[in-house]
């Protein structure tokens, strides 16, 4: 509208190629999507960013921020993507170039670090709001309360010397004595979000510049990955049902009430090879313990099949050895159909069945089951489309584990 400025914020993403803690993590798919998918995600969900940029010196990671909805209008230099390079010369490229390739000039960066993928999904308005709504604020940082408070810590001067405290109070002698009840609050700032005027960032060159407000996380959100345990701790956050900000649709939760779980044969029970003799007889490779569970889930109401494209023989006789019913040979391209007649056949309402799949031609039941769950080794795309992804491979236990969280939530 006439006589109304806009507000230009730019969410600039930086991730260069070089990770040495975890190889290539940016593009590592993290609960099926690319790492860095999950910040580009929530710049694109925000009403207030305007542009969303990735900063990087990686073709690779280049490719897959457009992939996902970000630019890449220029390659980071070598030389700004070293282990020990700060986040400020990363802003001040970016903010160079862009003026003086573009003439494009932002009011604000939003800084979203790809390793803290799990957020709130109004957290980015919700910095930008404070930001504009605070005139001498340079920065909002997204803080959350310290998991460990800093006035009961020790500067550390070798084993043979004395320690000194940290911090002092005011008014309370030996702080680090105290109940934790009459100390100072204190919060640690999380890589979720950083909200910058870029005048702080060109004028002052700080990236925080002189007044820097809080913007309050709650701390279920706490995620920083650095290493592949933080990645598969975090990986569970994602299916737990806390709300955030997916690259994709939304992750349903686990039924309350489960009736049915229904599995793909190859690649869920088995591990997806085969091998064949002379005469074309079949063998696969299970394992045992995924029918450990199977009767005690029946005995609770809860049933156990198989559904298989398959037309073969071993698909029934594994399914006989696990004591579950097996429906096999319904053709690669209608299992989706063959789920709806099961369902019928059953008078299965299907909000309360879990399919579990691996392939391309699970995601038809995907769409049809109220829970649709992964195995772990599953292709990219149908891990994407999975309301949960299990930490065991198919043939390798993944039936046994589904079996025991069903169990355990009942």
Known sequence: ?????????????????GSKGIPRKNIRSFA??????????????SGSVTRIIVSTDDEEIA????????????????????DKTLDLPVFEHALKWLAENENYKPDV??????????????????AVRILLEHKDADCVRGVVPAGQNPFKMWRFNGEDKPMKPLLEVDGVAEPYNAPRQILPPVYW????????????????????????YPLIIDPRYT???DNLSDWAKYEALV???LEMVPPGKPRRPMPEKIKMIICDFDGVVTDNRVWTDQDGREMVAASRSDSMRVAELRARGVEVMILSSEVNSVVAARAKKMGVEAVHGVGILKKGEALKQLLAAKKVDASRVVFVGNDFNDLPCFEIAGWAVAVADAYPEVARAADFVLSKPGGH?????????????M
């Open 1 to 17: 509208m006439d006589g109304v400025v806009m507000t230009e914020i730019l969410a600039l993403i930086p991730a260069r190629g």
């Open 32 to 45: 099926g999507y690319p790492l860095i998918a999950w910040s580009i995600a929530a710049a694109k969900q």
């Open 63 to 82: 490719a897959a921020a457009r992939e996902w909805g970000a630019e890449t209008p220029f390659m980071r230099p070598a030389e700004l993507a070293q």
């Open 109 to 126: 960066l939003i800084q979203l670090r790809p390793t803290s993928p799990i957020r709130p999904r109004d957290l980015v308005d919700d």
């Open 189 to 212: 700032q999380t890589g979720h979000i950083d909200a910058i005027r870029a005048s702080a960032i060109l004028q002052k060159h700080s990236l925080t510049g002189d007044k820097v």
């Open 223 to 225: 995620v920083d990955i």
């Open 239 to 241: 299916y737990s049902g």
């Open 397 to 409: 236990g993944a039936v046994r584990e589904l079996c025991e969280m069903v169990l355990k939530n």
